[in-house]
């Protein structure tokens, strides 16, 4: 694990190889905050966490636990995972998209596209055979289609930073498929036509 920082200045996580009680050792959420110069009440700063998950945490405090204060720590909050890291020495820059929102992401399309040509496929037990299918159909999107979806995907996302719901996002995208955005005057056109 790396070392974190604090108002410009590295701070280790680790306690140092020549420390009297505890060498080499993590120092924990507590000391971490208490070198950061948090309030300590007494000999104990606050419980390590409210709950199971931050779910349990309250709405509207950001210091109600140790746990909770470190993860709202601006080093915190812009820590690369893995995976980034590993993609970005490789060359590469992870985009995450929201979950559950396949319309946001032309890949799923993709996905959704091979699937329908995977079932015109006869039925197999052969598991090299359903490898040669599954190469064929991802090998045969043809590219014409998977710029529709990333456009479609681009309609979407501009849909939903206008301030559009999923229903209205979908109706957007069918009125406007000729466009590359949605006009900024959507939600004028949009009242009177839901209403029909």
């Not at 993609?87 to 590469?92: C, D, I, L, T």
């Amino acid at each position: 694990m790396e070392n974190a920082f604090f108002n410009g200045k590295e701070q280790a996580i680790y306690f140092p190889d020549d420390h009297p009680t505890h060498p080499g050792q993590f120092k924990g959420m507590e000391q971490i905050l208490w070198e950061q110069g948090y309030i300590v009440t007494g000999n104990h700063f606050k419980k390590a966490q409210c709950g199971t998950s931050f779910k349990d945490c309250p709405a509207d405090s950001t210091d109600c636990c140790c746990r909770w204060l470190l993860y709202n720590q601006p080093d915190f909050l812009a820590v690369e995972s893995r995976l980034e890291k590993f993609a970005w020495e490789q060359g590469y820059k992870v985009l995450f998209l929201p979950k559950s929102h396949c319309e946001l992401n032309f890949i799923e399309q993709c996905w959704g596209y091979a699937k329908r040509e995977y079932r015109l496929f006869p039925p197999s037990s052969a598991s090299d055979i359903l490898e040669k299918n599954v190469l064929k159909v991802l090998g045969d999107i043809p590219v014409e289609s998977m710029r529709r979806f990333a456009t479609q995907a681009l309609r979407f996302t501009d849909a939903y930073s206008k301030g559009l719901n999923g229903t209205q996002a979908a109706w957007a995208a069918r009125k406007f498929c000729g466009h590359q955005v949605i006009p900024d005057l959507i939600l004028r056109d949009l009242l009177p036509e839901l209403s029909k």
